[in-house]
């Protein structure tokens, strides 16, 4: 056995070992809303998960929502939701460019305690829609990371 080889399988034992795994790609997340501490708040949660890499941006106008999913090419658009906001335009524009095909779009408003999940499916028009109700910070944390099983639905679905 080659020197190199003994040393690759050693780092291999030691990161089993430890409970390390190597560094997995970052899930890129997009927030979108009004610059207010609310959405301060969930913006300074987002920035403390290694695992995530978010950008921020604020809300003006449904088309520039668009612009920003293009620019940006998120996996997750979680937008803070305002009265001024027209959510249905938001899932039209979505579900009809190829840019936010396999989007997740998580909607938090300061109106209600629960998280509404949208889920584009490959730009066909096909929006499969959830809530999470009562919502904590793990809720909300699991559904941006993808990995929301277990979580209890809103009573009504």
Same mark, same amino acid.
């Given at each position: 056995?080659?020197?190199?080889?003994?040393?690759? /399988?050693?780092? /291999?034992? *030691?990161?089993?070992?430890?409970?390390?795994?190597?560094?997995? &790609? #970052?899930? #890129?997340?997009?927030?979108?809303? &009004?610059?207010? %501490?609310?959405?301060?708040?969930?913006?300074?949660?987002?920035?403390?998960?290694?695992?995530?890499?978010?950008? #921020?941006?604020? =809300?003006?106008? /449904? %088309?520039?929502?668009?612009? *920003?999913?293009?620019?940006? #090419?998120?996996?997750?658009?979680?937008? @803070? *939701?305002?009265? %001024?906001?027209?959510?249905?335009?938001?899932? @039209?524009?979505?579900?009809?460019? *190829?840019?936010?095909?396999?989007?997740r779009l998580v909607v938090l408003s300061l109106e209600n305690t629960g998280i509404e999940i949208h889920e584009v499916r490959n730009a066909i028009k096909e929006i499969q829609s959830s809530h999470i109700f009562p919502a904590t910070v793990e809720d909300f944390l699991r559904v941006v990371n993808k990995d929301w099983?277990?979580?209890?639905? =809103?009573? /009504?679905?």
């Amino acid at each position: 056995m080659s020197k190199i080889n003994h040393s690759t /399988e050693n780092l /291999e034992w *030691q990161a089993e070992r430890t409970g390390f795994r190597a560094p997995t &790609k #970052r899930r #890129r997340v997009l927030l979108i809303g &009004k610059g207010n %501490a609310f959405s301060d708040g969930v913006m300074n949660l987002l920035s403390r998960c290694p695992n995530l890499s978010v950008s #921020r941006t604020s =809300h003006t106008q /449904e %088309a520039a929502i668009l612009g *920003q999913v293009t620019q940006h #090419r998120p996996e997750v658009l979680v937008l @803070i *939701q305002s009265r %001024a906001m027209d959510l249905d335009n938001i899932l @039209i524009l979505l579900s009809a460019t *190829q840019a936010a095909s396999h989007l997740r779009l998580v909607v938090l408003s300061l109106e209600n305690t629960g998280i509404e999940i949208h889920e584009v499916r490959n730009a066909i028009k096909e929006i499969q829609s959830s809530h999470i109700f009562p919502a904590t910070v793990e809720d909300f944390l699991r559904v941006v990371n993808k990995d929301w099983h277990a979580l209890p639905q =809103h009573p /009504e679905q």
